[in-house]
């Protein structure tokens, strides 16, 4: 892990973001493991999949004394449809102005449906209960990563 990145994630772990419900501090779960995953829009195909995938798992993460948050440049509207559809048991970030997905360097080129544009890239970050990022992944691929998170939860 980047010294920066290290660097800012600290700082940012004391920001207030917008959540489907009530702004959160990522500080205010540092008590637990925290599961950070970035997703590139509410609604999508993968993205669906991705925080459904989570959420069918949460006991287990519960059980390694570990929080579950999701986050993405949507804003808390879109979040609160999103989380509803879903039945949603954890946090949605809402990071509109991308200052948290700058923070995580998640912000990447990306080509779809032959245009380039900048969007999420599909990453999640485990952090310690000081706020120490243990482990990355980035680029992430939707079947069978929310095993391989537990996975690696369980051999800290």
């Known amino acids: ?7 800012v994630a ?8 917008e959540t489907q419900t009530e702004p959160l501090q990522l500080d205010e779960l540092k008590e637990r493991y925290i ?3 970035f997703y ?3 609604n999508t195909p993968g993205c ?11 006991s287990d993460f519960a059980a390694l004394d570990c929080a579950v948050v999701g986050a993405s440049r949507d804003s808390k509207n879109s979040h609160i449809k999103f989380a509803d559809k ?4 954890f946090p949605l970030l809402s990071d509109p102005e991308e200052s948290l997905c700058r923070a995580f ?3 990447k080129e990306k080509k779809m449906f032959g245009k380039v544009g900048m969007g999420i890239e599909r990453s999640t970050f485990i952090f310690d209960k000081t ?13 069978g990563h929310v095993e391989e998170v537990l996975e690696t939860l369980k051999s800290l």
Not at 1 to 7: D, L, P, R, S, T
Not at 131 to 143: A, D, F, N, S, Y
Request: no cysteine.
């Open 1 to 7: 892990m980047g010294n920066m990145i290290e660097k």
């Open 48 to 58: 669906s999949n991705e925080v459904q995938d989570f959420n069918q798992h949460l």
């Open 105 to 107: 360097d998640v912000i």
């Open 40 to 42: 590139p829009k509410d």
């Open 35 to 37: 599961v950070l995953f």
């Open 131 to 143: 706020g120490k990022i243990l482990h990355e992944w980035r680029k992430v691929k939707v079947p």
């Open 86 to 89: 879903f039945e949603l048991k």
């Open 10 to 17: 600290t700082e940012v772990l004391s920001t207030a973001y």
